[in-house]
Structures are given as C-alpha cells and as structure tokens.
C-alpha cells in the first residue's frame, strides 16, 4: 500500500545527541517536504526536495540537515539536539502530475531535555 | 508576505449540526488551497484540494469553497458527528505547482459532541 513514514514515532533524548529522524514514501513522489510544528501553532517549512541530490532550506531556519540520495528517502539530522529543538517534525511528499497535493506522515515528537 | 488565518480557533458544537470553518488569506496570488484535517499528535490528513480557477470541491459531508479575489475559503460539515472532532487546517500553495510551497493557517479545533 502506497504510504509515507515516519520512524520514530516518539523520541525523548538528552541535550548534545547526534539524531536522525527518518522518512520514506511509497508513493512514488518526487518531491518531499519537512516541517515543525509547536503545539498549537501552524506548521513551518524547514527543509524540502524536489528530487534525488535536490535540497532547500525552507521559509523557517533550522539548524537541521536533510539529503536525499533516494528518490523514497529523507532522513532529518540534527548534529547536536538542544532543548529549543522540542518540537513535532513532520514529513510530506507530493507529485508534480497531482497539484501538488502534499500527504504527510504521522510525525515524530521530539523531546530534548 | 502571504498569511493564512482562521477563524474561529476553537468551536464546540451539538451532534448533528452543521458548521462552517473560515479561512482567510492576504495575497490572492495562490496556485491552489488545500483543507487537512490533523487528529491530536498525529499526522495531517488531506481532505480536499481547490485549484485556483475552481469555486468548490465536495467530498461526502464536506463541501470546501473559495473566493480567491476576496481571499476567503470556507469547508462546510453537514451533519456533523463526534469523530469529526478534530483540528482543521487550511493551507494556500504559492509559487507554482512544480516548485510551490504551503502556507498553513493555525488551524480551528472542532469538538462535537454526543
């Protein structure tokens, strides 16, 4: 079933780790899209693909990394996480051919105490 | 700089009722508007997508309108039950479909009850 991922789902960690949050996509999409959302607040666009070794940063700074090596994958680097990293980060992909309707994961819930 | 706002933030409404979520933007240079609907810590779920040059899209109880001169879209519930409780959100894509980006409202939580 065509789908899209996320891993972890929750993650609670300690100030100055090294975390990668992963995405996938089944669905055959070029592009795809990372953005955070704080509770009760709107979602912001950190980082976004449209395609393989395609790369930008989006309209929020962040001090996370992406790369897309694959066309179904988009892994999500923070180098050394920080409280102020807390946040909901959720992942989404389109297709050109589509509007470019976006369909999310389910998200990942970071905690960095 | 493109804004989206919705109002109202909160709703709470009996079983069965109709409602109407009102989504307002401040450039009407838009390539499309989408309606998602996201249930506590998870994921957005599209509901429907509007293309510019369309006035309305429908699917089941939910109708969505726009009025891109105006920059006002509205998503109707018909009949609404307690598993449409949820948070609503409206997103306006600018740029353009190959290279777009969404902007997202802040959303309007709906609670309905039994």
């Known amino acids: 079933e065509a789908d899209i991922y996320q891993t972890p789902r929750y993650l609670v960690i300690g100030t100055g780790k090294k975390i990668t949050l992963e995405c996938s996509q089944t669905?055959?999409?070029?592009?795809m899209y990372w953005y955070q959302q704080d509770p009760g607040m709107e979602l912001h666009l950190i980082h976004y693909?449209?395609?393989?070794?395609?790369?930008e940063k989006g309209d929020l700074s962040s001090e996370s990394t992406v790369s897309r090596i694959r066309t179904e994958h988009f892994p999500l680097t923070l180098e050394s996480a920080r409280p102020s990293h807390t946040s909901q980060y959720l992942c989404?992909?389109?297709?050109?051919?589509?509007?470019?309707?976006?369909?999310f994961g389910p998200g990942t819930r970071l905690t960095v105490l | 700089k493109q804004e989206v706002t919705q109002i109202p933030a909160a709703l709470s409404v009996p079983e069965g009722e109709n409602l109407v979520l009102n989504c307002s933007f401040t450039?009407?240079?838009?390539?499309?508007l989408q309606w998602f609907r996201q249930d506590p810590g998870k994921g957005l779920t599209s509901l429907l997508l509007?293309?510019?040059?369309?006035r309305e899209q429908t699917s089941g109880r939910l109708n969505a309108s726009l009025d891109k001169s105006s920059g006002r879209s509205t998503l109707y519930i018909a009949a609404s039950q307690p598993g449409d409780s949820a948070t609503y959100l409206c997103?306006?894509?600018?740029?353009?479909?190959?290279?777009?980006?969404?902007?997202f409202g802040q959303g309007t939580t709906l609670q309905v009850k039994p």
């Open positions: 989404a992909s389109s297709a050109t051919n589509s509007y470019n309707e976006q369909f």
């Open positions: 669905m055959g999409h070029d592009k």
């Open positions: 693909s449209y395609g393989v070794n395609s790369t």
């Open positions: 450039d009407s240079a838009i390539y499309n």
């Open positions: 509007i293309q510019s040059s369309q």
């Open positions: 997103a306006v894509l600018i740029g353009s479909g190959n290279t777009g980006k969404l902007i």
